[in-house]
């Protein structure tokens, strides 16, 4: 056996001096049995030539001895790689354009792929990354997919789900102040159970984790820093642990620094222990009276080894509907209030999925045209190969031997292309990050590694062979006329049916991209229009929120703000300030239940639910918001002035046509009613593709219990200019106030249609390269088919058919196919859109005049490319033509 | 004389060139003459099964091949048989052996 390896390594590598041997060898045999005959009596040179008559066929005998070496296989690999590289060199344009082609269709695929593996695929960084599941509360009656966890809710999971998890850990996040060496740094903190590093399997690469003693009323309060935050904010300090710092106004203890991985479910830079919180530790005081007080909570668990995932869900569902059940005035039956244990991986990733998918398919696509121009171009480079196939064949090779060689050829071409695809895919996979980014956080992982090289092999295998195929097998050599008349002697009635379907097939793909492109385009297009209901020139917004400790109620914040507003607004260039909580394209509705005074309200559970606002008197000029009717805030409306209230234009509905103004209304069951003094127009808070829900708003100074914390200036110049004027403003009041995510409006509008701006453009650009390579593979086979052609064009214009004429005859011909194309494209969007809806804003998937105007654009780009080279078939002399073979 | 065919004796003459090469180490021509020679010019081996053979024989590891110099001082390519090959011979003999009594006893009996 082992011989035998080392037999045909032997072979491969040393071939030319096996092939020596093997030729000394049989030439000592022959010079022997000539000897032979000589000493029989035979003069010298019948000798020999007996000896070669008897020796029988000396090449056969070679080829004999090589065959039964057993490395043939390699051997012949080897030789058609050697040939291909040949054939290949001796046609550069050819193998240029073919590998370009092909590079750019594997790169796209590569590079989307490194995304999903990085995104979707990769398992987790984390110990226990498979035994992780999420408890998801939802909703749907009342249109909520996703409900986060409550003190009391948490408590009733850990305390009844033991059977199936072996820990329970609770998650949220809070911004507090950490003094750093004086200076205020906002940090995004982590407030977790004392377990919870140990659930994830993560060790501290510095110091020690939470214990259990870490978390009890009354424990010196502890922090453990991210790798992030350590390495930027103290250099990475060895001596970081048991430093001491003041955040909340109590001295926090550093126990440990954090490896460098990912957090789940979001990024921070400190951590600590739960009863740290001051928050949630006032929550905790009130869960006797309100089960969903605090419900802030991200919960999620390790599995018991040995139980699935499916069996834990249900037990979490058991859970979630008894409580129901026992709580029906918090958890009304109509709202199909519910729980699950949800897959951690999936929870992560589930805005991204839809996406990448649909990117993947894309790239695909794009493959398939590039495979299926390549294809054209080794089918017309086949064409007139004819000579050599037919010489191969009376040779001896056989049909097979021919398709391997072809076969070959076309691997070494695809290989090639997966190489510029390599390339030219991490070239842009930082690009693709950012992009991703929008969707998942999970893009530290994206990178080019092995899965991602295996799966550019087997893509660049599978496209080589598949376009080596349908060349290949349409080779059908006639020795006869091939070797006589040397030229394409090859079925080209066959040669010519392929290179139609192709063309068929790239048009159709490039319909389908471009029509979604369209799609993309459009539904942008008119999300950008979209009135928000106010204007975002020329304001700025900052966050400046309290610190808990230092303001621990509303009087006290308000002590702040009002100055500050007074301030702000005697700036010059300053038109409006306010304070308020809702800052447009941030943070998400809220659904308060409100009474309206005098009416019926016998079900308590099924009031109408709006959204609660809080803001200063020029919140509204600021944003310019219209005043509909009545009268907007005023200094008037303080602490001990009367309460009022003003609502939006859609809450008006629930007065019919009756005036709202003069009404009062409660949102808190009762406690305090407000009178409504005047209504604002609506507002698309949320983003640009909601709806405008119902709204509440209630004066700034008249909010005791809100945490407002949001400045809204509107400027005469350029808002930027007002960031430093409102730092310092709100510094001269609390040097300890740290003022964050300043940004303009007309920035957040820009971020929040940044998701679907980057995908109709990623979308755009893939189109338009489908486009491209379609377009190019039109020109290419129409150029070919005419210049096969000449001297039938020839023939016709000697005949009298002016140029025109056949102009018009080629144009027809590659029109017709582009139609047929066409057709095909459209059936095929019809169906393939469906998969955008969840994109499409105010667009439908089968919107006509997106269909009808790409159906145009290609034609007369079509047109075009088809009319370029038919216009060279005229420019052929109908002598030349004649003469020429 | 007669030519054997090729296909008909390949197994045979694989068995012939593992018991000639027992006797010592032999190239091609001398094989073939030995062949010649012990079977009374009965058995001419036909160079284009003979060297096919040899080149088969060494890569599945039954013989050895080695350059050395000959009676007339010429290059010349000198097989032998590997240990692996002598176990081969043995097993082939006994199978021959089988076979040829077999057939024998049925031409004589029946």
């Known amino acids: 056996m082992w011989a035998r390896v080392t037999n045909a390594l032997r072979v491969i590598f040393h071939r030319r001096a096996v092939e020596r041997d093997l030729d000394e060898e049989l030439r000592f045999h022959l010079d022997m049995q000539a000897q032979e005959h000589v000493r029989r009596g035979l003069p010298p040179e019948d000798a020999r030539a007996a000896a070669q008559r008897s020796f029988g066929g000396y090449e056969r005998v070679k080829e004999q001895c ?52 990085g995104v979707l695929l990769r398992p987790l960084p984390y110990g226990n990354a498979d035994r992780l599941v999420l408890i998801r509360q939802a909703a749907p009656g009342s249109g909520r997919p996703n409900v986060n966890v409550s003190i009391k809710e948490y408590f009733d999971y850990r305390e009844q789900a033991h059977a199936d998890f072996d820990a329970l850990v609770e998650y949220h996040q809070m911004n507090f102040d950490l003094l750093r060496r004086g200076d205020p740094d906002r940090v995004n903190t982590g407030v977790v159970s004392h377990n919870f590093f140990e659930v994830l399997g993560i060790q501290p690469i510095l110091g020690r984790s939470f214990r259990a003693e870490d978390d009890t009323p009354g424990a010196e309060p502890v922090l453990i820093l991210s790798y992030t935050y350590w390495q930027t904010k103290f250099g990475s300090d060895p001596n970081i642990v048991g430093q001491v710092f003041q955040m909340n106004d109590r001295p926090h203890t550093v126990v440990g620094v954090l490896p460098n991985v990912p957090h789940y479910p979001q990024e921070n830079d400190v951590y600590m222990p739960v009863l740290a919180c001051p928050f949630r530790a006032a929550a905790e005081q009130r869960i006797a009276q309100n089960r969903r007080a605090f419900a802030a909570l991200v919960v999620f668990g390790r599995l018991r080894p040995g139980v699935t995932r499916e069996r834990a869900a249900a037990n979490v569902e058991a859970i979630c509907g008894r409580f129901a059940r026992e709580n029906p005035r918090v958890y009304r039956p109509e709202s199909g209030f519910t729980a699950t244990a949800a897959d951690v991986r999936g929870e992560l990733t589930a805005t991204a999925r839809p996406m990448l998918l649909i990117l993947m398919g894309t790239t695909g696509l794009i493959l398939l045209i590039a495979c299926a121009n390549v294809a054209n171009l080794t089918l017309a480079r086949l064409l007139r190969r004819d000579r050599e196939l037919a010489m191969r064949t009376a040779l001896g090779a056989g049909r097979g031997r021919l398709i391997r060689q072809l076969l070959t050829e076309s691997t ?153 507003i007074e301030r702000l607004q005697q700036q010059p260039g300053v038109v409006a300030a306010a304070v308020t909580n809702a800052v447009p394209f941030t ?145 001269q009041l609390d040097p300890e106030m740290p003022v964050e995510n300043v940004n303009t409006l007309a920035e957040l509008r820009s971020t929040s249609l940044a998701r679907p701006r980057l995908t109709a453009t990623l979308l755009a650009i893939f189109a338009g390269l489908a486009l491209f390579v379609t377009l190019a593979g039109i020109t290419g086979v129409i150029a070919t088919s005419v210049s096969e052609r000449t001297r039938e064009f020839g023939i016709r214009m000697a005949l009298g058919a002016e140029a025109h004429a056949v102009v018009r005859m080629v144009l027809g011909q590659g029109m017709a196919l582009v139609l047929a194309g066409l057709a095909l494209g459209m059936i095929g969007s019809f169906f393939a859109t469906r998969v955008l809806s969840g994109f499409l804003f105010e667009i439908e998937p089968t919107d006509p005049l997106t269909f009808l105007s790409v159906s145009l654009v290609l034609l007369a780009v079509a047109a075009v490319a088809c009319f370029l080279p038919a216009r060279r078939a005229t420019l052929v002399q109908p002598t030349v033509a004649l003469r020429s073979t | 004389m007669n030519k054997l065919k090729t296909d008909l004796l390949q197994g045979t003459l694989d068995l012939m060139v593992l018991r000639i090469l027992e006797a010592g180490p032999n190239h091609g021509w001398g094989i073939s003459q030995r062949i010649q020679q012990i079977s009374q010019d009965v058995l001419r081996i036909n160079q284009g099964s003979l060297y096919p053979a040899l080149h088969r024989l060494e890569a599945q590891g039954w013989i050895d091949a080695e350059w050395g110099s000959s009676d007339n001082n010429r290059r010349a390519k000198y097989y032998q048989l590997t240990r692996a090959g002598r176990r081969q011979l043995a097993q082939e003999t006994e199978n021959w052996t089988r076979l040829a009594d077999a057939i024998t006893r049925v031409l004589e009996t029946a």
């Open chain 1, 412 to 564: 070494l071409l695809s290989m090639t292309g997966g190489i510029v695809g390599l390339v030219f895919a991490s070239a842009t996979i930082d690009l693709l990050v950012l992009f991703v980014g929008r969707f998942t956080a999970r893009t530290g992982e994206v990178s080019i590694d092995p899965m991602v090289l295996g799966f550019t092999l087997v893509i660049a295998t599978v496209t080589g062979i598949i376009f080596g195929t349908v060349p290949a097998l349409s080779t059908r050599v006639d020795l006869v006329t091939a070797l006589k008349d040397g030229k394409g002697a090859g079925t080209s009635l066959g040669h010519r049916r392929i290179q139609s379907g192709l063309i068929v097939i790239q048009v159709a793909v490039s319909v389908v991209l471009l029509v979604s492109a369209g799609l993309l385009l459009v539904s942008f297009y008119k999300l950008q229009q979209v009135d928000p209901g106010y204007r975002t020139d020329h304001v700025l917004s900052a966050d400046a929120f309290g610190n808990f400790s230092k303001y621990p109620n509303g009087t006290a914040l308000l002590k702040f703000y009002v100055p500050l």
């Open chain 1, 66 to 117: 090589r065959d039964a070496r057993g490395a043939r296989f390699t051997e012949m690999l080897a030789q058609d790689i050697r040939f291909a590289f040949r054939t290949l060199k001796s046609s550069p344009g050819f193998a240029l354009v073919a590998v370009l082609t092909l590079g750019l269709g594997i790169g796209a695929n590569t590079a989307i792929f490194s995304v999903i593996n």
């Open chain 1, 587 to 731: 943070g998400a509705p809220g659904s308060t239940p409100f009474q309206i005074e005098g009416r019926p309200d016998d079900n308590p559970d099924r009031r109408p639910t709006a959204d609660i606002n809080i803001a200063s008197p020029q919140y509204f000029d600021a944003l310019g918001i219209p005043l509909i009717a009545g009268r907007g805030f005023s200094e008037m409306d303080h602490q001990e002035a009367p309460a009022v209230a003003l609502i939006n234009k859609s809450m008006m509905r629930y007065w019919d046509k009756r005036d709202p103004i003069g009404s009062r209304i409660s949102v808190d069951n009762g406690q305090s009613w407000q009178t409504i003094v005047g209504v604002v127009g609506d507002v698309r808070q949320y983003g640009l593709d909601q709806e405008a829900i119902a709204q509440v708003y209630i004066p700034l100074r008249q909010a005791v219990a809100g945490l407002a914390g949001r400045v809204l200036v509107r400027t005469k110049g350029d808002p930027f200019e007002a960031a430093g004027i409102i730092r310092n403003t709100i510094q």
